[in-house]
Structure formats: C-alpha cells, structure tokens
Nanobody, 123 residues
C-alpha cells in the first residue's frame, strides 16, 4: 500500500489550498483515510477522515472528500492561518469507520502513512 501526498505550498493567510492523497496497492472502498499534520516542535494532530461509506470527520475550515474512480482523497483547506503551517500527511487504516474516527481524533494509530507535503502560511 502506498500513499502519496501533493498540493502543499506557500500561501498568504486567508488563502486556500487543496491537498491530494493518491492511494495505491489496495482495493478502493475498503478502507478509511485520514489527514494529519505536524508542526515543528508540536505533536501530530488529526484534522480529517473519510470512511469507505462516505462518513466524514473534519475540523472547521477543512473539507475532506474522495474520488473513488481515481483512488484519491482530497483535503480542501480554507481561510488558512499561520498556525496551519505544518507538514501534512495522509494515512490509511483497514479498520472500521468507528475505529478510524477514534484513531484520527487521537492523532495516530493508522496502518499506512504517506511521506507528507509541506504547507506554509504567511501572515
């Protein structure tokens, strides 16, 4: 299983970014994908998740979605703030939605991880 993130970059506060996570090596629709972020000197935190049945969890200003045909999960981030600056990772678990939700809400415990994409927000 591989996850590859893209879409990071540098934007000014108030702007938007859309991150993508391409999932390969697994039958699509049988898993849950989450987005996490980690800023320098801070703990990792989960910000969104989407289950195979379309169930979602997301923090304010973030929207998670998936394109089943292309095996891609997106994270739309709006009204970005300097405190959103971090490395953003997507991760996957084969477990149920309930377990996935708890893993993301508790900031980890997923089965597979991507290498991340950097997001930098300037004031």
């Amino acid at each position: 299983v591989q996850l590859v993130e893209s879409g990071g970059g540098s934007v000014q506060a108030g702007g938007s970014l859309r991150l993508s996570c391409v999932v390969s090596g697994i039958t699509y629709g049988s898993h849950c994908v989450g987005w996490f972020r980690q800023a320098p000197g801070k703990e990792r935190e989960g910000v969104a998740a989407i289950g195979s049945d379309g169930s979602t969890y997301m923090e304010d200003r973030f929207i998670i979605s998936r394109d089943n045909a292309k095996n891609v999960v997106f994270l739309q981030m709006n009204s970005l703030k300097p405190e959103d600056t971090a490395m953003y990772y997507c991760a996957l678990t084969l477990d149920s939605w309930g377990s996935c939700y708890r893993r993301v809400a508790n900031n980890g415990g997923m089965d597979y991880w991507g290498k991340g994409t950097q997001v930098t927000i300037s004031s």
